[in-house]
């Protein structure tokens, strides 16, 4: 899972919703905003994406991968599905839980707004699918923007840890075998040292919860060390980070989100699971977990809208790993991007047309109400 970017961070403490109304203040970022389309790293990230493709692609037997793909066993998208469904569950359960000090708010709610900002990273370019979603809530529910985004960068803040845990799980105990056994064997050292990566973050987080003023504090002469416009990046990141966990009001609260952040992404490796019996691929939980776990980090990239050709690599790169053979992956990878692309699109548009909303709306600087 992605942070958001520090231009996305500028723009949301920006663009804030009045109580009252949903009339956002305007200001200098404007210009910069309405030029997202054009904004090099779009056509970078097309530009990986093909490349990506091309990689996928090439060197493809089409009639082995047409069979594999028509003898596959699809009842097992199912249960695939119906996991999806519980992820998109657990998700807007834990938003629930970090946004309710701004203002209780329904799970229906949570989960349109949820969808909209998933259709909208898949659909359109500079996954403006984060703002998309905290414009979606503040609109909905008559919330500030930034107060909402806030929640955001701490949600994925606790996605980065839970998948640096699930990282240190696969590499410590997946076992080794077959040609790449020694490959990862080599990367055992990795898991020992994201668990102290882990324990230090936490530490970290722990110390900016029980002391925010202090540790803000201790930062200024690092932060004075750097540019000065990275500096007020980090700085506005720290402010928004600071602001969402105080929504969590103790560490019982902390202590779930931490939960369920971890549930989640166990539930996602049980997509990826579920999905291997329909090519009568066998994984193990753990070998599953891995395949979101390379996925994740490698859709970080600048890519085209909804991962396609990173994506796909990526999932035959981890099934490659764990001794698949290759048209098995390839046929897998369509397969997996396929529910992972498709479900959040339907859901996004059907939300956005019961809202009577346009993704214009939701993702112009002067949006009304």
Not at 253 to 282: K, T, Y
Request: aromatic letters at 10%.
């Amino acid at each position: 899972m992605r942070l958001p970017e520090p231009e996305e961070v500028d723009r949301l403490n920006t663009l804030e919703l009045t109580e009252g109304n949903a009339e956002p203040s305007m200001t200098a970022t404007e210009p910069r905003a309405r030029r997202t389309g054009t904004n090099p790293i779009v056509w970078i990230g097309i530009g990986v994406s093909l490349a990506f493709l091309y990689l996928f692609l090439r060197n493809v037997q089409w009639q082995e991968l047409t069979a594999s793909l028509a003898e596959a066993h699809y009842v097992y998208v199912l249960p695939a599905l119906a996991l999806w469904f519980t992820t998109l569950w657990l998700r807007c359960l834990r938003w629930k839980v970090m946004i309710r000090h701004l203002k209780p708010t329904s799970m229906g709610s949570l989960a349109s707004a949820m969808s909209i900002g998933f259709m909208a990273t898949n659909l359109l370019p500079a996954r403006v699918g984060e703002l998309v979603r905290a414009a979606a809530l503040a609109r909905s529910e008559r919330l500030k923007v930034s107060g909402v985004f806030a929640t955001i960068v701490v949600e994925r803040i606790f996605d980065v840890l839970s998948l640096l845990f699930f990282m240190m799980l696969v590499l410590l105990y997946l076992p080794a075998r077959g040609e790449h056994a020694a490959t990862l064997e080599k990367l055992r050292f990795f898991g020992g040292l994201f668990a102290a990566v882990i324990a230090a973050v936490v530490t970290f987080l722990v110390m900016l919860r029980a002391y925010p003023a202090q540790v803000k504090r201790a930062l200024g002469p690092i932060l004075a060390r750097l540019p000065e416009g990275f500096a007020q990046h980090v700085s506005s990141a720290l402010e928004n980070f600071v602001e969402g966990l105080g929504m969590l009001s103790g560490w019982t609260e902390l202590l779930v989100v931490s939960v369920l952040s971890l549930v989640l992404w166990l539930n996602i490796g049980l997509i990826n699971w579920a999905l291997s019996f329909a090519f009568d691929i066998h994984i193990s939980v753990l070998g599953a977990c891995s395949i979101f776990v390379v996925t994740a980090f490698a859709i970080a990239l600048p890519q085209a809208p909804s991962f396609i050709g990173v994506f796909h690599v990526a999932v035959e790169t981890s099934l490659r790993l764990l001794e698949v053979g290759t048209v098995s992956a390839k046929s897998y990878a369509i397969v997996l991007w396929a529910i992972s692309v498709f479900p959040p699109v339907v859901l996004g548009l059907y939300f956005l047309w019961r809202g009577h909303l346009t993704l214009g709306e939701l993702t112009r600087p002067d949006a009304a109400s």
